[in-house]
């Protein structure tokens, strides 16, 4: 089984790669974003809960994440292996999707972690948000606040990985085929 933490800033790119890398490698895509947004859009519990740290560039709290991809995990016992992308965002989440794996007899294979410059990441936010919809995409004052938390309290999360000899740090600059090129020969070295 082959397990992914697909990492890096708003805007990296993860979304884009996670499909490249879903294809070509047969894993489940996990995107803890793309739940939330489909919980606040039919307007359960938990969207509601997660909403209100969403619309303000804030990470949803530790303990309701993880229970939410607890869940998820669970509803997919055929998948060949994951892509998480958006989790873990903390340190403490890193350990619990360790105990996950533990739980489900396998374990993370890598951290792929996109490295893209801050301007770049501004520029390709304010570009989505004329096509996603996204509230917190639209907002300049947003979007610093969510690369700020970025730095503050997820980047940290590499040296959870490199402790692991698990973090491959891949550039993310460039055209979405060198950046998938880079992917794949990462993946492909660890077998
Ligand atoms: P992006 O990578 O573009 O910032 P995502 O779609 O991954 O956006 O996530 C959108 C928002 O959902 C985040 O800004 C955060 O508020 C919330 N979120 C997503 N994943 C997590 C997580 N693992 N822990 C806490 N909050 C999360």
């Given at each position: 089984?082959?397990?992914?933490?697909?990492?890096?800033?708003?805007?990296?790119?993860?979304?884009?790669?996670?499909?490249?890398?879903?294809?070509?490698?047969?894993?489940?895509?996990?995107?803890?974003?793309?739940?939330?947004?489909?919980?606040?859009?039919?307007?359960?519990?938990?969207?509601?809960?997660?909403?209100?740290?969403?619309?303000?560039?804030?990470?949803?709290?530790?303990?309701?994440t993880i229970h939410m991809l607890a869940q998820e995990l669970d509803k997919h016992p055929e998948a060949a292996g994951f892509i998480?992308?958006?989790?873990?965002?903390?340190?403490?989440?890193?350990?619990?999707?360790?105990?996950?794996?533990?739980?489900?007899?396998?374990?993370?294979?890598?951290?792929?972690?996109?490295?893209?410059?801050?301007?770049?990441?501004?520029?390709?936010?304010?570009?989505?948000?004329?096509?996603?919809?996204?509230?917190?995409?639209?907002?300049?004052?947003?979007?610093?606040?969510?690369?700020?938390?970025?730095?503050?309290?997820?980047?940290?999360?590499?040296?959870?990985?490199?402790?692991?000899?698990?973090?491959?740090?891949?550039?993310?600059?460039?055209?979405?085929?060198?950046?998938?090129?880079?992917?794949?020969?990462?993946?492909?070295?660890?077998?």
């Open positions: 089984m082959r397990n992914l933490v697909l990492f890096g800033p708003p805007g990296a790119g993860k979304g884009t790669q996670s499909e490249r890398l879903q294809d070509h490698y047969q894993l489940f895509h996990l995107s803890t974003g793309d739940i939330f947004r489909y919980n606040i859009k039919n307007e359960t519990a938990l969207g509601r809960k997660a909403k209100a740290y969403i619309d303000q560039g804030q990470l949803v709290p530790d303990e309701l998480f992308d958006g989790f873990p965002r903390t340190t403490a989440q890193a350990q619990a999707l360790d105990k996950l794996m533990e739980q489900h007899q396998t374990q993370i294979t890598a951290m792929l972690a996109l490295e893209v410059e801050e301007e770049e990441l501004r520029k390709r936010l304010l570009a989505r948000a004329e096509v996603s919809g996204r509230s917190d995409d639209a907002d300049p004052a947003v979007i610093q606040k969510r690369i700020d938390v970025y730095r503050q309290e997820t980047e940290p999360v590499k040296k959870y990985y490199q402790s692991q000899s698990k973090l491959d740090q891949i550039n993310g600059m460039g055209t979405i085929d060198e950046v998938t090129k880079r992917l794949f020969e990462a993946v492909d070295a660890r077998p």
